[in-house]
Structure formats: C-alpha cells, structure tokens
Nanobody
C-alpha cells in the first residue's frame, strides 16, 4: 500500500485546512487509517484515525472538537478536516495505516505534508 498526503500549507491561527490521503493498493478491512504528525524537534504524535471497516474514529485529546477524520472507501481516500488551527498544530502531517487505533507501529506510512500555522 502506498500513501500520498496532500493539502498542507500556510494558514493563520483560527483558520482551516483539509488534508487528503490517497491510498493505492489493497486496504484490508482490519486496517486503521489515519494521521500522525511531527513538529520540529519533537517526537511523532498520533492525531486521528478511522477504522476501514466502519466509521469508528479516534482522536488525540489535543485535537478533539477541532479536527474531523473521514474516509471514502470507494476512492481509497482518507481526509482530515482541521478547524480552529493553533500555532502548536504546526507540523509535518503524514498518513499511516496500522491495525491499532493509535497508529503506534504503522504498517505503511506515506510522505508528509507540511502544515504551518502563523499568528
């Protein structure tokens, strides 16, 4: 499975961005797809994920109520709608696939898309 993230960019604090992840190859129903991020000088952290076989989703506490993850099985796409962006959301965001809800040990991981939130 190959994952390609897009949609990053520069946005002011309080603004919104929508990230997209295009997956090619076979995605098994047991997979959990989602997003991780890594800010400069910081460790990688879980952002959000969604189960491929149903719509159950998981979020990091830091993004709950602001970010929404969704998926389109027919198109093999995963989306991350990010609202009310904060300076601390600045990071390289990348799409990943795992069997666990927090994407702790990704089976697949794509290249990132950079999100920069300015004041």
């Amino acid at each position: 499975v190959q994952l390609q993230a897009s949609g990053g960019g520069l946005v002011q604090a309080g603004g919104s961005l929508r990230l997209s992840c295009a997956a090619s190859g076979r995605i098994f129903s047991s997979y959990v797809m989602g997003w991780l991020r890594q800010a400069p000088g910081k460790e990688r952290e879980f952002v959000a994920s969604i189960r491929w076989r149903d719509t159950r989703s998981y979020y990091a506490d830091s993004v709950k109520g602001r970010f929404t993850i969704s998926r389109d099985n027919a198109k093999n796409m995963v989306y991350l709608q990010m609202n009310s962006l904060k300076l601390e959301d600045t990071a390289d965001y990348f799409c990943a696939a795992d069997t666990g809800p927090r994407l702790a040990t990704p089976i697949y991981r794509g290249q990132g898309t950079l999100v920069t939130v300015s004041s």
